[in-house]
């Protein structure tokens, strides 16, 4: 580890690099370096990882005043499989925290044998030769081949030799007959193929028939992963008699182009500088000229792109107890993946730290001390690595944005609600660094409460994956480098999938003109939004007196009624999508003292007499009198008619 100063160039407290270090194949026992510029304000600390553990300096390995790694004589050990390749990265650190460069691969030059040899071979005159090596070399070999141990004439345009390994010989002649091997290079080594045997066979006059032959395609085009601004060689080679023309297109029809396009010999496609948009499926086809027979064969190319962040983490200061939004958004081919470091240390989610959108925002909550660091985000993927950072500061607030405005939200299914607000005035947007959007079901705690942030450009989300039926509270609060903003107005939403069932309710008559009503609560939270209680006085036909009650209430007292009077409680439960079915019952104020329950159906009153009072009794002798006074003057009078 090395201490140093540097003076202040811009940020002073904070720390960026001005160089990090790069991909690099080293040479065994000579030195190496690797780059490391810092800047920010000091003291600032600098050391090496190495497969993420320290790089210990002295005689072997030393860091420069500059933060530069030198290797004094790198090495390779056969006896112990012991190497100082590996993935190198620098970290730099100052009182305010630490940073962690990008990863750099660093590799050991090497060339060993050939996996494949050329093999020996009989052509027809006139006819194609195809020997091909292969050898696994870092860097890549230069490959070059020779013909009796001479250098083959690449002047004969007859011959092309691709990158890949490949000698190709059209219109073979007796004099190309001979003794062919490969000669492989790099800064490793040189390296000899298995010597092969090519033999032109037959001889054909001038005065011959030609025999015709249909086009055949002896190599085509072989599946390719290559990076961008890599150069693609696309393999063709075909025969038959006349000689076809070779041909190139994509099976989706685009056109190829011709910017860094290049034909090698009689049909390979070579792609220099190649980009993203020549990702596809090449087809080769071998035409017979002059008709429409041909012979195609098909090769993938996929061109692959390290990160590129197209939104980075921006520094921010916030007071105690506040919150802080950083967002990190990378792009390349495949898909990166994002991680976060806090202080060069991979960053843990906690009660306080949440990452959203697919670790593409990052949310400190209850900012204390603790969380006043230097965080990075790391964008990864087979093509490469990238980094960013953003500082987070502990500052004394003076002025925060405004509470959001029209707030609304809007059921789309059964599992998704969308919620839009106002957007401010351009010139409050401009202090503004993101939203966050506050969810929890109607009636639970506050610590089950769920945060998503969005960026300060968008003003529409959509919350998914939301259980149906299901009654939602809604809040949302503007972040600016200071802090948040009070909370919007709360907004209460339910998803798609239908209203409330019946509840079940209990009354009780307390005296002669007040009765108490409660009811259950469902089980779950988010189910009902509130309830309605309305009564009549029987036989009056109209309910009168409704109060609305929210989801967390399950009791209300009547009062003011008329005595020994009969009336019909209904209650019904609701939520966003409307009313569930009501459930009623009757209750006698002349029951002073009694309760009962009811399920869903409105009880007969008559059976209900195990618990009467001597009144109910009274009530129904006279009622029977009645009636067997009204039977006999019936009987009478029909009688007396006869």
Same mark, same amino acid.
């Given at each position: 580890?090395?201490?140093?100063?540097?003076?202040?160039?811009?940020?002073?407290?904070?720390?960026?690099?001005?160089?990090?270090?790069?991909?690099?194949? &080293?040479?065994?026992?000579?030195?190496?370096?690797?780059?490391?510029?810092?800047?920010?304000?000091?003291?600032?600390?600098?050391?090496?990882?190495?497969?993420?553990?320290?790089?210990?300096?002295?005689?072997?390995?030393?860091?420069?005043?500059?933060?530069?790694?030198?290797?004094?004589?790198?090495?390779?050990?056969?006896?112990?499989?012991?190497?100082?390749?590996?993935?190198?990265?620098?970290?730099?650190?100052?009182?305010?925290?630490?940073?962690?460069?990008?990863?750099?691969?660093?590799?050991?030059?090497?060339?060993?044998?050939?996996?494949?040899?050329?093999?020996?071979?009989?052509?027809?005159?006139?006819?194609?030769?195809?020997?091909?090596?292969?050898?696994?070399?870092?860097?890549?070999?230069?490959?070059?081949?020779?013909?009796?141990?001479?250098?083959?004439?690449?002047?004969?345009?007859?011959?092309?030799?691709?990158?890949?390994?490949?000698?190709?010989?059209?219109?073979?002649?007796?004099?190309?007959?001979?003794?062919?091997?490969?000669?492989?290079?790099?800064?490793?080594?040189?390296?000899?193929?298995?010597?092969?045997?090519?033999?032109?066979?037959?001889?054909?006059?001038?005065?011959?028939?030609?025999?015709?032959?249909?086009?055949?395609?002896? %190599?085509?085009?072989?599946?390719?992963?290559?990076?961008?601004?890599?150069?693609?060689?696309?393999?063709?080679?075909?025969?038959?008699?006349?000689?076809?023309?070779?041909?190139?297109?994509?099976?989706?029809?685009? %056109?190829?182009?011709?910017?860094?396009?290049?034909?090698?010999?009689?049909?390979?496609?070579?792609?220099?500088?190649?980009?993203?948009?020549?990702?596809?499926?090449?087809?080769?086809?071998?035409?017979?000229?002059?008709?429409?027979?041909?012979?195609? &064969?098909?090769?993938?190319?996929?061109?692959?792109?390290?990160?590129?962040?197209?939104?980075?983490?921006?520094?921010?200061?916030?007071?105690?107890?506040?919150?802080?939004?950083?967002?990190?958004?990378?792009?390349?081919?495949?898909?990166?993946?994002?991680?976060?470091?806090?202080?060069?240390?991979?960053?843990?989610?906690?009660?306080?730290?949440?990452?959203?959108?697919?670790?593409?925002?990052?949310?400190?909550?209850?900012?204390?001390?603790?969380?006043?660091?230097?965080?990075?985000?790391?964008?990864?993927? %087979?093509?490469?690595?990238?980094?960013?950072?953003?500082?987070?500061?502990?500052?004394?607030?003076?002025?925060?944005?405004?509470?959001?405005?029209?707030?609304?939200?809007?059921?789309?299914?059964?599992?998704?609600?969308?919620?839009?607000?106002?957007?401010?005035?351009?010139?409050?947007?401009?202090?503004?660094?993101?939203?966050?959007?506050?969810?929890?079901?109607?009636?639970?705690?506050?610590?089950?409460?769920?945060?998503?942030?969005?960026?300060?450009?968008?003003?529409?989300?959509?919350?998914?994956?939301?259980?149906?039926?299901?009654?939602?509270?809604?809040?949302?609060?503007?972040?600016?480098?200071?802090?948040?903003?009070?909370?919007?107005?709360?907004?209460?939403?339910?998803?798609?999938?239908?209203?409330?069932?019946?509840?079940?309710?209990?009354?009780?008559?307390?005296?002669?003109? &007040?009765?108490?009503?409660?009811?259950?609560?469902?089980?779950?939270?988010?189910?009902?939004?509130?309830?309605?209680?309305?009564?009549?006085?029987?036989?009056?036909?109209?309910?009168?007196?409704?109060?609305?009650?929210?989801?967390?209430?399950?009791?209300?007292?009547?009062?003011?009624?008329?005595?020994?009077?009969?009336?019909?409680?209904?209650?019904?439960?609701?939520?966003?999508?409307?009313?569930?079915? &009501?459930?009623?019952?009757?209750?006698?104020?002349?029951?002073?003292?009694?309760?009962?329950?009811?399920?869903?159906?409105?009880?007969?009153?008559?059976?209900?007499?195990?618990?009467?009072?001597?009144?109910?009794?009274?009530?129904?002798?006279?009622?029977?009198?009645?009636?067997?006074?009204?039977?006999?003057?019936?009987?009478?009078?029909?009688?007396?008619?006869?």
């Amino acid at each position: 580890m090395l201490l140093f100063s540097l003076p202040v160039l811009g940020r002073a407290s904070e720390l960026a690099f001005l160089k990090e270090p790069n991909d690099v194949i &080293a040479v065994r026992d000579r030195p190496l370096m690797l780059d490391c510029q810092v800047e920010g304000e000091g003291p600032i600390s600098v050391m090496w990882r190495r497969n993420g553990v320290s790089v210990p300096t002295g005689p072997k390995a030393s860091v420069l005043a500059n933060g530069t790694l030198l290797i004094k004589s790198f090495q390779k050990r056969r006896e112990s499989n012991e190497t100082d390749a590996g993935e190198y990265a620098c970290a730099a650190q100052n009182h305010y925290g630490m940073l962690i460069s990008r990863k750099a691969r660093v590799q050991l030059a090497s060339l060993p044998k050939f996996h494949i040899h050329p093999e020996s071979m009989s052509v027809d005159e006139g006819g194609v030769a195809r020997l091909t090596c292969q050898v696994n070399g870092i860097p890549e070999a230069s490959i070059s081949w020779e013909k009796n141990r001479t250098a083959v004439n690449t002047d004969d345009n007859r011959y092309t030799i691709l990158p890949t390994g490949i000698l190709q010989i059209t219109g073979v002649r007796r004099a190309d007959s001979g003794v062919y091997r490969c000669v492989a290079t790099n800064i490793a080594n040189t390296r000899y193929s298995h010597e092969a045997q090519l033999t032109v066979t037959g001889k054909r006059s001038l005065a011959a028939p030609r025999i015709y032959k249909e086009p055949v395609i002896l %190599s085509g085009p072989q599946n390719l992963t290559i990076t961008v601004h890599q150069t693609a060689i696309l393999e063709c080679i075909a025969t038959g008699n006349p000689r076809p023309i070779v041909s190139w297109s994509r099976l989706d029809g685009r %056109s190829i182009g011709v910017e860094g396009i290049q034909v090698l010999g009689t049909g390979n496609l070579m792609i220099s500088d190649a980009n993203l948009q020549h990702s596809g499926v090449y087809v080769c086809s071998a035409n017979r000229p002059g008709t429409r027979m041909r012979r195609t &064969a098909l090769g993938r190319l996929v061109v692959q792109a390290p990160p590129e962040f197209l939104q980075w983490p921006q520094s921010v200061s916030r007071p105690a107890g506040s919150s802080a939004v950083f967002t990190c958004m990378a792009q390349g081919v495949p898909e990166p993946h994002l991680i976060w470091l806090k202080n060069g240390k991979i960053l843990t989610p906690g009660d306080n730290v949440k990452l959203t959108n697919n670790n593409s925002t990052l949310a400190v909550t209850r900012i204390t001390t603790d969380d006043e660091a230097i965080y990075q985000c790391i964008a990864e993927n %087979s093509a490469g690595t990238n980094q960013a950072s953003a500082r987070l500061a502990l500052t004394q607030s003076t002025e925060l944005p405004e509470a959001p405005q029209d707030l609304t939200a809007t059921a789309l299914s059964p599992t998704t609600l969308q919620l839009t607000w106002a957007q401010p005035a351009p010139e409050v947007t401009d202090g503004i660094i993101g939203y966050v959007l506050h969810i929890r079901m109607l009636g639970e705690p506050d610590s089950r409460e769920l945060q998503e942030a969005v960026s300060k450009t968008t003003f529409q989300h959509d919350f998914t994956t939301l259980e149906p039926a299901t009654t939602y509270s809604i809040y949302l609060k503007a972040y600016s480098p200071l802090g948040a903003s009070q909370q919007s107005s709360t907004v209460v939403a339910t998803t798609l999938g239908g209203v409330p069932s019946s509840p079940s309710f209990f009354t009780k008559v307390l005296n002669k003109t &007040a009765m108490q009503v409660f009811w259950e609560l469902p089980s779950k939270s988010g189910k009902v939004e509130g309830f309605k209680l309305s009564y009549r006085k029987v036989p009056q036909p109209n309910f009168q007196g409704q109060e609305v009650f929210p989801g967390h209430i399950n009791t209300h007292t009547i009062s003011h009624l008329e005595p020994t009077a009969v009336y019909e409680i209904q209650l019904v439960a609701y939520n966003g999508n409307g009313d569930g079915t &009501a459930n009623k019952r009757l209750v006698s104020l002349a029951e002073s003292g009694t309760s009962a329950k009811t399920s869903g159906q409105s009880p007969c009153n008559c059976k209900q007499e195990d618990e009467g009072s001597m009144t109910g009794i009274v009530v129904g002798i006279h009622t029977g009198m009645a009636c067997i006074i009204f039977c006999v003057l019936f009987l009478m009078f029909g009688y007396r008619r006869r």
